[in-house]
């Protein structure tokens, strides 16, 4: 896995910060057997003519459905409680967005009080942190509509692979 | 509850005789239809007045009497208690409580403000809600988020004595009001959804030391079981009823957690609570029936003993916590008078027992879409009694990990989830507030790491298919029977908590913020009012100055505002009707507010 996220050093979220996207680039132009990157080598999605979904993608629909939306609402839409993380997907930087799944989030003031708790220590969430990152940026450019994605690709190998490496590791 | 009192002048009501073991101070509260001194009203849990000032004739008539912030934008669920012409307003999160002096306009007599760290809100699973305080002797109790129960004086808001119940950092959190019998006081615990080993512990109301704790997991030591002399379903539990219907030491990850109402009976001298999913939502990962989650337990409040258990969902496969509120009535089945207790589990069916026995007398669905199971075997003889029959395509322990199991009825959300019914003496019948939601189910496998989610399983929900179209109904049920008497569609679900009153008036809030009062006889809508946000509190009424008044909070929130805050879709529906059902964040939006109702003067 190219962005094996669970192994991302402190330093990378330090020198992601302030990357303010004014173009929101999620063609797929390079793969390496697991997932999709764009040009800049950040993850995204892929979805064929007929609608099939790319594997990461899909792992990325079913993960988030586990893991977030009981706070951020069901298809990245937001909720009375959580931000719309399909909308923080594109605005955040990846790295950015690596960094608040990895250590938490916390906005404690007289008109809120909002924690996002930190999901470092836990592989269900941070061995499917690129899946769920591509799976919110295709729904937040509404590549991908709400519900369920009808058609995904098979799972590959190498993701099994990888998959079962973060798993256990 | 007594139906001779019913048209007596709240003053001249007398004491009924009861054991010594109830507090005093709350059976009194709880008699004085005046005050609202308890959450869901009366030990019986019967959300039940006897207020009649208000009534069907003249409840067209509310006006809005007085309003107040709370200062909080998070989902507000229970009720503010009235005592002495004092009113305590709590909060969610940071869990302030406001006393207001309603002989001075609703001064603030004094406020607590308690200090949290603010880590235990990413571990709530579902908003920061609370269920609201107990009173009973010159104090007032709090459950706060992060476990600690304070006991504060009711003059004055000082801190009497507090003591940590559970330790966030493993996802152990609270939400459940407290409930005080005799010298102690009965608090649960929060995080099914993080493997948490759910408990009730007892403290005593003096310092706050322990009294007892009894798991609902693991040694029969550890859930104060008496192998011989504690039944379920009128036979004796055995020895390691728990032990056995778990894989190796899953229980002690296993949940049952204990966040809803408790109740009690002061004749039987008996405490009533039931225990929630057992954890993963991946059933394939916990073989077994998981006891006792699931579990309406009856235990003894002096010494924590339990008397007998019923579980209603064993191996649960599609999170239908068994949590809700047992609510206490006399009524007659088959020509007798029966002690019963009656359930409304968020599985979708209405269960009636006899709550001295634990017998099961009825268990029905109560809402016609619930499909998961065909029906609860009745036979003594079978040896399925008391098991709800699973319909294989709705497994989600059949079909598999990493299968979707489509079209489940209820949804996770249950037919019903934490908001309490009514029950009035003068219909016999209970008023349900309901979800009317299916859902799409698949699990699959999850590690289990300290103080993280421990979730496994996607799901997505949509309105019940083939139906009105709305998530919700607000239904009278006749337990006795096992049949719902009729049903009013809600667009929402029904999420707040209703109440009963001897002015033949049921009052309920909406997600949409409506307070709405109906026919307690018919349903018929009587009256209605948007307030400021969607409620999810309960409604509850008091009498001050020889004046009735209702009032409720509202500010919208927890599992309903996460859930249907961007309306639901059904993927099932096809392309066309994605997006169609109707969103709550279009209707409202959140903000904590309580607000007071009463009757022009001059009526």
């Known amino acids: 896995m190219r962005r094996a996220a669970p192994l991302l050093a402190l330093g990378l979220f330090i020198a992601g910060a302030a990357h303010a996207q004014t173009e929101v680039n999620v063609d797929p132009v390079s793969e390496d057997g697991v997932r999709w990157f764009n040009s800049d080598e950040i993850p995204t999605f892929k979805i064929a003519e007929d609608g099939t979904v790319d594997w990461p993608t899909f792992s990325g629909y079913r993960r988030y459905h586990a893991e977030c939306h009981v706070c951020h609402g069901p298809d990245g839409e937001g909720s009375t409680y959580a931000p719309a993380l399909k909308k923080s997907a594109l605005n955040l930087d990846y790295y950015d967005f690596i960094a608040a799944v990895t250590g938490g989030k916390q906005a404690i003031n007289a008109a809120q009080n909002q924690v996002m708790p930190a999901f470092g220590t836990n592989p269900n969430v941070m061995c499917y942190v690129d899946d769920i990152y591509t799976y919110l940026r295709a729904r937040g450019v509404e590549a991908l509509p709400r519900g369920r994605p009808a058609k995904r690709a098979e799972k590959s190998e190498a993701f099994a692979e990888a998959e079962k490496a973060c798993m256990e590791g | 509850m007594k139906k001779c009192v019913i048209g007596l002048i709240a003053g001249l009501m007398t004491t009924a005789a009861v054991p010594a073991l109830a507090n005093e101070s709350v059976t009194a509260g709880a008699e004085d239809p005046k005050q609202w001194t308890m959450q869901l009203s009366n030990y019986a849990g019967t959300s039940y007045s006897e207020l009649d000032e208000i009534n069907k004739e003249n409840v067209g008539d509310l006006q809005v009497d007085w309003t107040f912030s709370t200062g909080v934008l998070r989902g507000h669920e229970g009720s503010p208690l009235v005592i002495d012409d004092v009113m305590y307003v709590h909060t969610p999160f940071p869990n302030m409580v406001y006393a207001l002096d309603l002989n001075d306009e609703g001064r603030i007599l004094w406020r607590y403000t308690p200090e949290q760290n603010p880590d235990v809100i990413g571990v709530m699973c579902c908003d920061t809600v609370n269920r609201g305080v107990a009173a009973a002797d010159g104090m007032i109790f709090l459950n706060q988020a992060d476990t600690t129960l304070v006991a504060l004086d009711a003059k004055t808001g000082e801190v009497k004595w507090s003591v940590k119940n559970g330790d966030p950092t493993k996802g152990e959190t609270a939400t459940a009001t407290p409930l005080v019998v005799g010298d102690k006081i009965f608090v649960g615990i929060s995080g099914g959804e ?246 799409d189910y698949e699990p699959f496998r999850v590690s289990y790491t300290a103080g993280q989610p421990y979730v496994g399983a996607t799901l997505s929900m949509f309105p019940a298919p083939d139906s009105h179209g709305g998530m919700g109904n607000f239904i009278a049920w006749d337990a006795t029977k096992g049949e719902i008497k009729w049903s009013l569609p809600e667009q929402f679900s029904v999420w707040s908590g209703a109440l009963a009153t001897a002015g033949d008036v049921v009052f309920y809030g909406t997600l949409e913020g409506y307070l709405k009062a109906i026919d307690s006889e018919t349903g018929e809508e009587l009256y209605k009012f948007k307030t400021p946000s969607g409620i999810i509190g309960n409604v509850f009424t008091y009498e001050h100055d020889g004046k009735q008044y209702v009032g409720v909070l509202s500010g919208v929130g927890g599992w309903a505002g996460i859930g249907l805050a961007a309306g639901l879709t059904n993927a099932n529906d096809g392309l066309g009707a994605v997006g169609g059902y109707a969103a709550l964040s279009d209707y409202t939006a959140l903000g904590g507010q309580l607000t007071v109702f009463t009757l022009p003067s001059s009526t």
Request: hydrophobic share 30%; with cysteine.
């Open chain 2, 194 to 439: 993080y493997g948490v080993r759910g408990h009730m512990t007892a403290y005593n109301i003096a310092d706050g030391s322990l009294a007892w704790r009894a798991y609902s997991t693991g040694p029969d030591e550890d859930m104060l079981v008496d192998p011989e002399k504690t039944t379920v379903l009128g036979k004796p539990i055995g020895a390691d009823s728990s032990l056995n219907s778990w894989e190796g030491d899953q229980w002690q990850i296993g949940g049952g957690t204990t966040w809803g109402w408790t109740t009690y009976d002061p004749e039987l001298n008996l405490i009533y609570y039931g225990t929630g999913n057992p954890s993963t939502w991946n059933p394939s990962q916990r073989p077994g029936d998981n006891k006792w989650s699931m579990t309406i337990m009856a235990r003894d409040p002096d010494t924590g003993m339990a008397k007998w258990f019923y579980q209603k969902t064993p191996h649960d496969e599609w999170d239908y916590d068994g949590v809700n509120e047992n609510i206490l009535v006399d009524q007659e089945i088959d020509g007798e008078m029966r002690k019963l207790l009656v359930n409304m589990d968020r599985n979708g069916f209405g269960y009636t027992l006899d709550r001295e026995t634990g017998e099961l007398l009825v268990a029905e669905k109560y809402d016609p879409k619930v499909n998961w199971a065909t029906h609860v075997e009745m036979d003594p003889n079978s040896d399925q009694y008391g098991r709800p029959q699973v319909v294989a395509e709705f497994s989600t322990e059949q079909n598999g990990e990493d299968t979707n199991s489509t079209g489940i009825c209820p949804a996770a959300l249950g037919s019903k989830d934490q908001q309490p019914a009514a029950y009035s003496p003068k219909t016999g019948l209970f008023y349900v507030p309901t979800n009317h939601v299916c859902m």
